[in-house]
């Protein structure tokens, strides 16, 4: 009599931020998804980490393909670690790269470290910390690429919303380093306006990532932004959005500045967290 096989199985565990869940990709052998809360938080690959599950993801995987020419190694600074999806991406498409990955809650880097190895040869070094206070602690002109990738449950937290933030930012980057931020926002889209002003008046180039629907107000959604002292590769980063499985738009130039409108530069005083997404879009 023969036998069905049955994969792994899922794994909960309590954290002081919430209930942290690694469940199986029943799809993909090596596929795991990490959830904080009910929220899906990553999603990783073992077997393939060059294949990323979430789009919005992907869009943050281009802005590192085009930071340098194809296989050059970087040195990257991660702010947010979950199951360090784009800290694998890097590692084995750019071999040789240095990453320091900053995560807040010790139980999630203890459960991704037992559960989810990261791939042979990989240099990704992860701290329990802040993730601000790691850029303002870091030396100046480091990094060819910061990454924020933060979220206290479904919400980008205010320290990583400001002109002062930033600009600090600004600081541990070198001269034509780049800076991705993932944010999530809904009709009528104002916190990603105030994003994009914050982020203009800091860095001389700034371009957004998002598809359409989300653009539109049509539903919620991860709004992309990138930023950089010097000149962005737009094109590159519009011919990737464009071929994704699910397509986004690159905003620039005078259609960012339409999409702006007249949101202001938000300052540590008047920062706020991310608005949380509708109930129930990330049903259990």
């Known amino acids: 009599m023969s036998r069905t096989r049955r994969g792994p199985a899922a794994i909960s565990e309590p954290s002081e931020h919430g209930l942290l869940e690694l469940v199986p990709d029943a799809d993909r052998p090596g596929g795991w998804t990490l959830r904080v809360d009910g929220t899906p938080q990553s999603h990783v690959d073992l077997d393939d980490p060059t294949t990323i599950h ?35 991406y890097v590692a084995v498409t750019r071999r040789g790269s240095a990453q320091q990955v900053v995560e807040l809650d ?10 989810l190895p990261t791939p042979r040869g990989a240099d990704i070094r992860v701290r329990v910390g802040d993730g601000r206070a790691a ?72 371009c957004l990532l998002a598809e359409p629907g989300v653009l539109r107000g049509r539903r919620f959604g991860n709004v992309v932004l990138v930023a950089s002292s010097a000149p962005l590769p737009v094109a590159a980063l519009a011919t990737a959005a464009a071929r994704d499985a699910f397509p986004a738009r690159l905003l620039h130039g005078e259609e960012l500045d339409r999409f702006t409108g007249g949101a202001r530069p938000v300052a540590d005083a008047a920062a706020v967290a991310s608005p949380p997404p509708p109930a129930g879009m990330f049903p259990g």
């Open 54 to 88: 979430f789009e919005y993801m992907r869009r943050l995987a281009s802005v590192a393909d085009a930071t340098a020419p194809a296989g050059t190694p970087l040195r990257v600074l991660h702010l947010g670690g979950g199951a360090l999806t784009l800290p694998r």
């Open 106 to 115: 010790p139980a999630v880097v203890a459960l991704v470290r037992r559960v």
């Open 135 to 206: 850029v303002e602690s870091s030396g100046p002109a480091r990094y060819d690429l910061v990454v924020t990738d933060v979220y206290g449950g479904s919400r980008v937290p205010a320290p990583f919303t400001s002109v002062e933030f930033a600009g600090e930012v600004a600081r541990v980057l070198r001269p034509d380093g780049r800076y991705v931020a993932n944010l999530a926002d809904g009709a009528p889209l104002n916190f990603a306006r105030g994003q994009v002003a914050t982020l203009r008046a800091v860095f001389a180039d700034v």
